[in-house]
Every structure is written in C-alpha cells, then in structure tokens.
C-alpha cells in the first residue's frame, strides 16, 4: 500500500504563476519530511527538509509546511520560472539514522509554460 | 566536490545476460543506497549498504545482488536479467544518520537500463 500520496499527478502553470503541491502520508512513525526537485533524467536534488510539528521552511522561492498531526505537507512555488519544470518528490523519513527507511512519493509532474 | 557518479548511464541489454551497474561517491560516506524508479511509483529501495562488506536487502532485492569492497564503490548485479527490469536504478549515497534532517542523501544522476 502506498504510505505517501502525492498530488496532483501533474501541472501546468504559466510563468510567474504560483503553485502548491501536496503530500499526504501514513508513514509512522514520522521523523522527518523532504522535499526533492528531480529535473528529467536526473538524480533527485534536496530542496527543503522539515522535522518538527508545524514546521515552516523557506528556500528562496521554494517554501514548506508540516503538519503532523495531519500527516499532510505543501510545497510552495512563488512566481514560477521555466526551470521550475521537473517532477517535485516527497518523502517521508522514518528514524533518523540510516536504519530507517525512506518512503518516496510517486511526485507531482510540474510544467511551467511561458 | 560532492559528487555520486554513475555508469554506465545507458545500457541495452537482452534477456539472459548479466548486468553490472557501477556507482562511486567522493565524500566518505558510510551509507550506500540502490532504488529503482518505474513511472507512476516512487522510488524501490533494492538494497543498503552501510559499510565495506555489510550490505542488508531492501524491498525489492530480488533478482539482484550487490557488491561493496570499497567504501566509496558499490555495485548493482543482476545475474541474467529479466524485461521486467528495464528501469532507471538510482544511486544514493549518505552519512549514517541518513535521516537527520541536516544530512540529505546524495542522489546520482541514475542508469537507464532497457532489458530486451
């Protein structure tokens, strides 16, 4: 059964828009959260990392949410570049060392379109 | 400069033969991960490396094996390969603590394998 669930599948906004991406999951226990940037036919890049009941981060244009009661986080994208096209991934830590596992989203397709 | 390397990037293979993905790392790191990533699912955890000669199975690990003599090298084997891994296999490598939240696994840029 997938534990962490991504939407939407896909996207498509214009440059400059601003869009959300949502990740809901079942993990537990939950340690951490991440979010990742996978340009095509690349690797997977660390754009933000949230750990804490309500945390909030900032990454330039890139902003997070966490809530864990909810088991729910948002992905926030300001103003939206070309280069912002890629496949956005969440990810779900459950311990903190690397005797945990990693539960990877599917990911959210976003297509930024002049 | 940090750096998980891959090869080959793209092989073609036909059902039967061997198969031997290569990754390196540069940073010393303890922690060596192979995933695999087919459309529509999030990346398989195949197998972990946590050091020289201690490798454990992931979730998916079979078909495959595994090989680390080095710290900073670890391969993927698949003995007579099958169609249905025809996949693109990521590298990641990590410190121990692989979900501290400061330390963010290092992905390579993965091999595209076609099983014909």
């Known amino acids: 059964k997938t534990q962490v669930e991504q939407s939407p599948q896909s996207l498509v906004v214009r440059q400059g828009e601003n869009c959300v991406l949502q990740?809901?999951?079942?993990?537990?226990?939950?340690?951490?959260l991440r979010w990742f940037k996978q340009d095509t036919g690349k690797g997977l890049v660390s754009l933000t990392v949230?750990?804490?009941?309500?945390d909030k981060t900032s990454n330039g244009r890139y902003s997070a949410t966490l809530d864990k009661d909810a088991k729910h986080s948002t992905l926030h994208i300001t103003a939206t570049l070309l280069d912002d096209t890629a496949t956005y991934i969440c990810?779900?830590?459950?311990?903190?060392?690397?005797?945990?596992?990693?539960?990877f989203g599917a990911g959210t397709q976003l297509i930024v379109i002049p | 400069d940090m750096k998980v390397t891959q090869m080959p990037r793209y092989l073609i293979k036909r059902m039967g033969e061997n198969v031997l993905l290569e990754c390196g790392q540069d940073?010393?790191?303890?922690?060596m991960y192979w995933y695999r990533q087919d459309p529509g699912l999030g990346l398989q955890l195949i197998y972990i490396?946590?050091?020289?000669?201690?490798?454990s199975e992931g979730d998916i690990p079979k078909g495959y094996r595994v090989s680390r003599k080095k710290r900073e090298h670890f391969s993927l084997i698949l003995d007579s390969a099958k169609t249905n891994q025809t996949s693109v296999y990521f590298c990641?490598?990590?410190?121990?603590?692989?979900?501290?939240?400061?330390?963010?696994?290092?992905f390579g840029e993965g091999t595209r394998l076609s099983v014909l």
């Open positions: 990641a490598s990590s410190v121990f603590s692989t979900g501290a939240h400061n330390q963010a696994p290092l």
């Open positions: 990740c809901n999951y079942s993990v537990t226990p939950d340690n951490h």
């Open positions: 949230l750990v804490h009941e309500n």
């Open positions: 990810v779900v830590g459950d311990r903190g060392s690397a005797l945990g596992r990693l539960h």
């Open positions: 940073m010393s790191h303890e922690t």
């Open positions: 490396s946590y050091d020289v000669d201690s490798n």
